[in-house]
């Protein structure tokens, strides 16, 4: 049976039990006076596009900023961002689910500080957990979110419920293409189930393994004129990742390149994202309509 995780006696400056700075809290330490993070989810219709190497290494590359990052593995079949953060966690979502233990001890910290809150295989139907499971998730990570400065999301590939869920509950979607022909259609499949199932306006095109500017515009330009003339939805492209060996190198140490290999172009471009990532965070919570996030998960995920 879930235990519920309950909100009292946590008052202003109470210490974060995530370990971070003091949570901050409104004057009332109520709920309604959190603001979590702005979340980025991180997706693609095709799978092996390079969504879980961006994650890591923004996530990396964000912390250097001195930001408080947490990166959610939500790709519940293949689970592997805790290879790429170093870490090895001892529970998963699954557990938290199952009312075995709660979120706190699922959260892992690698030794930079990026949190990770591991992905669940088997949990294969979010959408299908009862109410209260989601209610417990929500409650406990609309406090730690609180905490931190962005939230980052693998969310696996193609579209299964897992997939449109997360996308939709998140703030921004970047949708991640590389050149292989197969990543433009089925990004495209993606971004058509989003804006016409779940009404989602919005979304960033990040190019990745490109050989250059050229052909990162190139593939936007072939997936935006597509979705703004069959789908009356217009694209933003965010940026370019180069094909990198260095990169290859650093995942076959089980390492990111912003760790591995700073000065290399790939790395370089993560920082330029990162940089990106933390003035929109900003400008969402300049906005002061950061939605919570997992409020509206709740609720079904409708924007
Ligand atoms: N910029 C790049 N340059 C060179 N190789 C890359 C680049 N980005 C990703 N790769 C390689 O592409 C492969 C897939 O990357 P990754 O596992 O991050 O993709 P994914 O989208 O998370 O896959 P899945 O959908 O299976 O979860 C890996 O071998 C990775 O090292
Ligand atoms: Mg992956």
Do not use: C
Request: hydrophobic residues 50%; aromatic residues 6%.
């Amino acid at each position: 049976m879930l235990e519920p995780l309950s909100m009292a006696g946590k008052t202003a400056g109470s210490t974060s039990r995530l370990g971070l700075a003091p949570v901050r809290r409104g004057r009332a330490g109520s709920a309604a006076r959190l603001s979590p993070a702005p979340v980025f989810a991180i997706t693609s219709g095709k799978g092996g596009v390079g969504k879980t190497n961006i994650v890591a290494n923004l996530a990396t590359a964000i912390t250097k900023m001195k930001k408080r990052v947490m990166a959610i593995d939500a790709n519940l079949g293949l689970a592997n961002l805790d290879l790429f953060l170093g870490v090895q966690p001892t529970f998963t979502l699954a557990d938290f689910f199952a009312g075995a233990v709660s979120l706190d001890k699922v959260i892992v910290t690698n030794r930079e500080g990026i949190l990770l809150l591991p992905g669940a295989s088997g949990v294969q139907e979010i959408t299908a957990l009862r109410h209260e499971q989601k209610a417990a998730l929500l409650t406990e990570l609309d406090v730690m979110t609180d905490e931190l400065d962005i939230v980052l999301i693998d969310t696996g590939s193609g579209i299964s419920d897992v997939v449109t869920y997360f996308t939709t509950a998140a703030q921004e979607i970047v949708v991640v293409v590389n050149p292989e022909p197969a990543s433009i259609t089925d990004a495209y499949a993606l971004i058509k189930v989003l804006a016409s199932g779940y009404d989602q306006k919005r979304f960033l095109i990040l190019a990745n393994a490109v050989s250059g500017a050229a052909e990162a515009h190139r593939l936007f330009a072939t997936l935006s004129e597509a979705a703004l003339r069959f789908l009356n939805v217009s694209l933003d492209f965010l940026d370019w990742i180069p094909r990198d060996p260095q990169l290859l190198r650093a995942v076959a140490q089980a390492q990111t390149v912003v760790n591995a290999a700073a000065a290399s172009p790939s790395a370089q471009a993560f920082v330029a994202v990162a940089e990106q990532f933390v003035r929109r965070a900003k400008s969402i919570k300049a906005k002061g309509n950061v939605q919570f996030f997992f409020r509206r998960m709740l609720e079904g995920g409708k924007a």
